[in-house]
């Protein structure tokens, strides 16, 4: 989103409250934000927060003073030829009914008509489960979206009139994500757009019986950052994961596994027709012979485990993939193991090694920061700062589209 204008439009729902939020984060992303309100909207959230988190005024009358200098008399034109996408969050009934019949009587409804051609609306309907449910709402969020808008399905949960149901706005954070993804599917610049993509995340689960496991620490959180990225970019992303509390990135299809095995079995069909495998799971690397079926009883002082080798998906798929698929492994040690990174790289056939050290507080499993050294096939090495995780995805990609163009430009592997 970074140097994007985004007008975001606000309209009187209680769900207003959130959005000097929203403008927080796109600011942060390095976004242009400028803020339409509807003339009901200042009952529920205040100019003063909005223009200050912006810092931009606030536009809310279609017709400016005109004794002040310097004021754009026109802006109900010229602020939808500024932006790169409209967000209405909240969309209240009485705005979709007003979008949809093509009125435009405020600054909200004119940077609606006036925006640009192929720029995306994203609208986000908050109201009473019933009004949203409504036959006359359906109506208008239909035709919204047969005009091109993308409406999303308000979230269920406890609403402002006491009751609980489908009608909620989504948080600030997804709807930023939102915002950030259709803004990359916009561009026709990434190369990575259109192509398969596999990433696996999250840990595995090794039964020893029917209630006990073998597994790990591995919160899933740098793998669906990844799938995240990929999907923004405009990739088609499968993700693959073990057991994670995770919601799905909008517009990537999940797969839930449980073992190495069977995420092995799920990854499996994919090998011949992605271009791209990135493999952010913690796998197992061993798991019980003989798992007990039921629950074992503890009879004796020690118990003896027979643990066995588990496939290795992302050397399996190495070995295999065919000229112009890129493979993209993850090495995590708990001290000093850049070496071992440079070994697997070769070892597995690798295009791309993300090597991290783990110290459960600002890089590894669990935390939201990771702090990578990514290898090229070439044994090139470029050291990444302490990021958010999603920032680190998006820095692996960009390393992923290089190694795409060096393909096309017919550079050679090594």
């Known amino acids: 989103m970074k140097g994007k204008n985004i007008i975001l439009g606000v309209s009187g729902g209680i769900a207003a409250y959130k959005t000097p939020q929203i403008v927080r984060l796109l600011k942060k992303a390095g976004a242009n934000v400028r803020v339409a309100l509807t003339a009901s909207a200042g009952r529920f959230v205040s100019e003063l927060s909005l223009a200050t988190v912006s810092g931009e005024a606030v536009c809310r009358e279609m017709f400016p003073p005109a004794d002040i200098p310097g004021t754009d008399f026109t802006r109900h034109i010229s602020l939808g030829e500024w932006a790169d996408a409209l967000v209405i969050a909240p969309a209240t009934a ?4 007003r979008l949809a019949a093509g009125l435009c009587d405020d600054m909200l409804s004119a940077c609606f008509i006036t925006l640009r051609p192929g720029k ?24 919204l979206a047969a005009g091109g808008c993308t409406v999303f399905e308000p979230e ?4 402002a009139s006491g009751q609980c ?8 954070g997804i709807i930023a994500n939102r915002i950030g993804a259709a803004l990359q599917a916009a561009r026709p610049d990434s190369l990575l757009a259109g192509l398969q993509v596999v990433v696996t995340a999250g840990p595995t689960r090794e039964k020893i019986d029917g209630v006990r496991f073998v597994s790990n620490y591995s919160s899933g959180k740098m793998g669906f950052a990844v799938a995240r ?6 990739a088609d992303v499968r993700l693959i994961t073990g057991p994670v509390h995770l919601e799905t990135p909008e517009g990537v299809e999940r797969i839930d596994v449980e073992s190495a095995c069977q995420m092995h079995d799920a990854a499996k069909p994919f090998y011949p027709i992605c271009a791209v495998f990135i493999a952010a799971a913690a796998v197992a690397d061993y798991r019980p012979e003989m798992p007990y079926e039921g629950k074992l009883k503890k009879n004796e002082h020690q118990m003896q485990l ?18 112009g698929q890129l493979a ?43 702090s990578l ?3 090229d096939r070439n044994h090139r090495e470029t050291s990444l700062p302490p990021m958010q995780k999603t920032d680190a995805a998006r820095m692996l990609l960009d390393h992923v589209e290089q190694l795409i163009a060096a393909a096309g430009n017919g550079e050679t592997e090594r």
């Open 373 to 375: 050294t990514l290898i």
């Open 229 to 234: 990225a990929a999907r923004e970019r405009g």
């Open 156 to 159: 269920s949960g406890d609403l």
């Open 165 to 172: 149901g489908t009608g909620r706005m989504a948080d600030p």
């Open 306 to 323: 027979l643990l066995v080798r588990n496939p290795d998906i992302i050397a399996e798929f190495g070995a295999q993939k065919r000229t």
């Open 94 to 97: 009485n705005t979709l009914a």
């Open 328 to 370: 993209v492994g993850f090495a995590l040690e708990t001290s000093e193991g850049l070496a071992y990174a440079h070994r697997k790289l070769d070892e597995k056939h690798l295009d791309l090694v993300a090597f991290n050290t783990y110290d459960r507080k600002t890089s590894g499993f669990e935390v939201d920061t990771n």
């Open 120 to 143: 995306p609306v994203l609208i986000f309907p908050a109201m009473d489960g019933q009004m949203y449910r409504s036959a006359s709402v359906q109506r208008n969020v239909a035709t």
